[in-house]
């Protein structure tokens, strides 16, 4: 079955960082261009940050370019979202997702979803 | 950067109802469009891409038209489970923005 399972969601406090991770199978990982997409509670949804299939092209929504992350291991069939400087308004569920078709270049609609995992920054 | 709306944030309908949402670009997508439906607890899954071409499995109830700044996502007759709130987005460029979602209920 073709799979994302994130991990790494947790409680922080405003400030501090937090890696996620998104484990991909059933699938081939390296061909496809990958995607962090957000959703606040009672909220709609936010793409984050994109990389493209070889890892060397990523794109940042403006509210997290400078302390977000995104990359990916092809080794290891991972995706990651490094965050920094965490606010309270970055509370909400992480999902990752695939690009809707194996591509080199970033096509932007996504066909595969993890489940998602809960980032709570609160002091 | 290129603003998405949708209309209406949420509508209630019957059983067998046609329903139609309408998402507008603040600037031309070309066929860069697609919905999403997300049920509650659940992520969102990809419905239709390209204006109007559906994802395998999807039922041929739901129907995508448009081109450019208006869309319009049709459910040809409302069934229990497409209970769920729906999502436009552009795709034709960064940011890849999403709709703010519209809102479905059985009446």
């Known amino acids: 079955d073709v799979q994302l399972v994130e991990a790494g969601g947790g409680l922080v406090h405003p400030g501090e960082s937090l890696r996620l991770s998104c484990a991909a199978s059933g699938f081939s990982f390296d061909v496809y261009s990958m995607a962090w997409v957000r959703q606040a509670p009672g909220r709609g949804l936010e793409w984050l940050s994109y990389?493209?299939?070889?890892?060397?092209?990523?794109y940042y929504e403006d509210s997290v370019k400078g302390r977000f992350t995104i990359s990916r291991d092809s080794a290891k069939n991972s995706l990651f979202l490094q965050m920094t400087s965490l606010r309270d308004e970055d509370t909400a569920v992480y999902y990752c997702?695939?690009?809707?078709?194996?591509?080199?270049?970033?096509?932007?609609?996504?066909?595969?979803w993890g489940q998602g995992t809960t980032v709570i920054v609160s002091s | 950067d290129i603003q998405m709306t949708q209309s209406p944030s949420s509508l209630s309908a019957s059983e067998g109802d046609r329903v139609t949402i309408t998402c507008r670009a603040s600037q031309g997508v070309s066929d860069y469009l697609a919905w999403y439906q997300q049920k509650p607890g659940k992520p969102p899954k990809l419905l239709i891409y390209?204006?109007?071409t559906l994802q395998p499995g999807v039922p041929s109830r739901f129907s995508g038209s448009g081109y450019g700044t208006d869309f319009t996502l049709t459910i040809s007759s409302l069934q229990p489970e497409d209970v769920a709130t729906y999502y436009c987005q552009k795709y034709n460029s960064a940011p890849w923005t999403f709709g703010p979602g519209t809102k479905v209920e059985m009446k």
């Open positions: 990389i493209s299939s070889s890892g060397r092209t990523t």
């Open positions: 997702a695939r690009d809707y078709k194996r591509s080199n270049y970033l096509l932007g609609a996504f066909d595969v």
């Open positions: 390209a204006i109007s």
